[in-house]
């Protein structure tokens, strides 16, 4: 451990003082652990010396106290080494607490583990949604740069500072930069078709008719209760009447008709009881009341859909650096019918440069997988292997991950530079997504000091396999600032390192930022079931659980997120009585262990016995 020491000097002196002595404890950390200890282990419980597996704080000061006892134990002098050690068992405990205080603000009375909710779009134009969110037990409000923009973050932040100051309490602003992230590029709009459908029982028949709502072209408004917007003209929308009956042909050339059941100055909302398809091309007459006069028009205006694909396993897709062109004639194109294989680019196309053949490519946070066959100048031929049986859509604006490329990408893109303006003025953090390489903790820390917030906290966000394989160099450059934490972003850190890897890989994190110190961001799919429908999975109850284990748990937005915040206070406080971090607490079992639970079993104990002596 001191050898390790020694051998990293130099990046240990490019570590503020205030972060020192919690450098060289993580130092000595991948010391102790660069061995298997488990037979060591093994003796030492044997002995009831055990304490290593809890080491991580205070690893020589532990060390030390274990080599102390068994010399001891064993009648051999031994000269303890406390001044040698960088922290102890009562300091190592307030460095974290005051690393944490720093980052993440002050935790509240009642629990040890902060909050973070990421904002709404809503909350820029809603004041009430940051309220409701400080209300419910928000700590920290998350804005993600890589939606919406700067008048939007500075309207959310505003509404969170305003809500802080009603509610009396401080809340911290972290502001995620979008990073280098590798999506898809948008795909040609299918032809607008709009399926109205209304619902019907087990026997086929209508229970409730399906609600369009008719709006004049180029208006946004939405009805609520309604199950689809076509655009028409106003004219003939304005002589809509209540009761009124539209007829029209179907795009299948089913006869279909629709009844006017509400009018306003927004527009109008026709019922049917008939599954029906509408196109740009569908005329709509529409009859009065009394059904002398009728009128026609065209329906002008339907929502494009999205493009998509449809792929399966087995199919061939070409991932293209933006548009496609044939191959070079030094080029071997072995798939038949090349022409005729899926396409789809990427927003990042340098990436076609730097992936090798063989490599594994996955989409969409890992729900379509499959492996690089062909390498060229300007496109991938990948071969699909995993997708859901029956096959999987494949849109526009979805992760690409490549586990086994070596990806040279800079640590901010373009918009990240311009986002850091904002980011300076509004956030008391800023994440630093996709961190790889120390070189880009390095590179932000130079933007920041340029804008005059070198005193910025910054999270960084471990969600690649380098990031993850370069995190003690990592933390060891963010230690070169004031404060700094760990984001365990689990969602591309699982499709990275493999699913069932992943349970192992956030464990160690949490090791490691232990002995360094600095307080974890626990992230990605927190009681997202229950955040979006309102209805919890037992999975994650118990994933949420454990979350205790870190500073700071992270949920995502959804109409049902003030319920997820009060539930994830609820289990924070029970747990935290529990355990931190790795630690069992011990606190008395109020089930089984109370005073009259004892008395109880006693008595059925002495009922047992006179029944055993009769």
């Not at 700067?150 to 009603?166: F, I, P």
């Amino acid at each position: 451990m001191l050898a390790r020491e020694e051998e990293l000097a130099s990046e240990l002196a490019e570590v503020v003082p205030l972060h020192r002595d919690s450098a060289r404890n993580l130092v000595h950390y991948l010391g102790l652990r660069s061995v298997d200890l488990r037979p060591l282990q093994n003796q030492l419980t044997w002995l009831g010396l055990s304490s290593l597996g809890r080491s991580e704080l205070h690893v020589l000061a532990n060390l030390d106290k274990v080599l102390g006892i068994l010399h001891r134990l064993t009648g051999q002098p031994w000269q303890d080494l406390s001044s040698e050690e960088p922290s102890g068992m009562v300091s190592s405990q307030a460095l974290i607490n005051q690393n944490s205080l720093n980052l993440l603000g002050p935790a509240p009375t009642n629990r040890a583990v902060r909050i973070m909710v990421t904002l709404p779009g809503e909350a820029a134009t809603d004041p009430q949604v940051a309220v409701d969110l400080v209300t419910a037990g928000m700590d920290i409000a998350r804005i993600n740069c890589a939606h919406d923009d700067a008048d939007a973050w500075q309207a959310m932040a505003a509404n969170v500072r305003h809500a802080a100051q009603r509610a009396k309490r401080p809340i911290k602003i972290l502001m995620d930069l979008g990073g280098p992230k590798i999506r898809t590029s948008a795909l040609p709009a299918r032809p607008p078709v709009l399926k109205l459908k209304p619902a019907k029982d087990e026997m086929g028949r209508a229970f409730r008719a399906a609600r369009l709502h008719l709006r004049p072209i180029g208006s946004t408004a939405m009805l609520p209760d309604v199950d689809a917007c076509i655009g028409v003209w106003e004219t003939w929308l304005e002589r809509l009447k209540v009761g009124a009956t539209i007829e029209f042909c179907d795009a299948r050339g089913a006869k279909r008709h629709l009844l006017v059941v509400q009018r306003d100055e927004q527009g109008a909302i026709a019922e049917s009881l008939q599954t029906a398809y509408l196109t740009p091309e569908t005329v709509l007459t529409a009859g009065s009341a009394s059904g002398k006069k009728k009128r026609t028009t065209l329906v002008c205006q339907i929502e494009g859909t999205p493009g998509a694909l449809h792929l399966k396993s087995g199919d061939f897709l070409l991932l293209t650096k933006g548009g496609y062109a044939p191959p070079a004639d030094d080029e071997d194109e072995t798939a038949e019918g090349r022409g005729d294989i899926a396409r789809i680019s990427c927003t990042l196309p340098q990436v076609i440069d730097q992936v090798r053949a063989g490599e594994r490519i996955w989409f969409d946070d890992g729900r379509i997988g499959g492996v690089i066959r062909q390498q060229f100048h300007d496109h991938l031929l990948v071969e699909i292997l995993h997708a859901r049986d029956g096959g999987q859509k494949l849109t526009g604006d979805k992760g690409i991950n490549l586990p086994d490329s070596q990806l040279h990408l800079p640590a901010l893109s373009e918009k990240d530079v311009q986002d850091l303006a904002a980011v300076a003025k509004l956030a008391d953090m800023v994440g630093l997504s996709f961190v790889q390489k120390p070189a880009d903790v390095a590179l932000l820390r130079e933007h920041l000091l340029a804008l005059g917030r070198e005193d910025m906290g910054l999270v960084l966000k471990i969600e690649t396999l380098q990031g993850f394989e370069n995190l003690p160099e990592l933390m060891l450059a963010a230690m070169a600032t004031p404060s700094a934490g760990i984001m365990i972003a689990r969602g591309d850190l699982a499709v990275e390192c493999g699913y069932e890897r992943l349970a192992e890989v956030q464990e160690e994190i949490l090791w490691c930022a232990e002995a360094a110190h600095m307080p974890v961001i626990w992230a990605t799919q927190v009681l997202e079931s229950l955040a979006k429908t309102g209805l919890p999975s037992r999975a994650e109850i118990s994933d949420a659980g454990l979350g205790v284990r870190a500073e700071c748990v992270m949920l995502n937005k959804g109409p049902y997120i003030t319920s997820a915040i009060r539930t994830l206070n609820d289990i924070l406080q029970r747990m935290s009585g529990h355990q931190a971090k790795k630690r069992p607490l011990l606190r008395a079992l109020q089930a089984w262990g109370g005073t009259e639970q004892a008395a109880a079993l006693a008595a059925k104990g002495g009922a047992r016995k006179a029944v055993s002596k009769n």
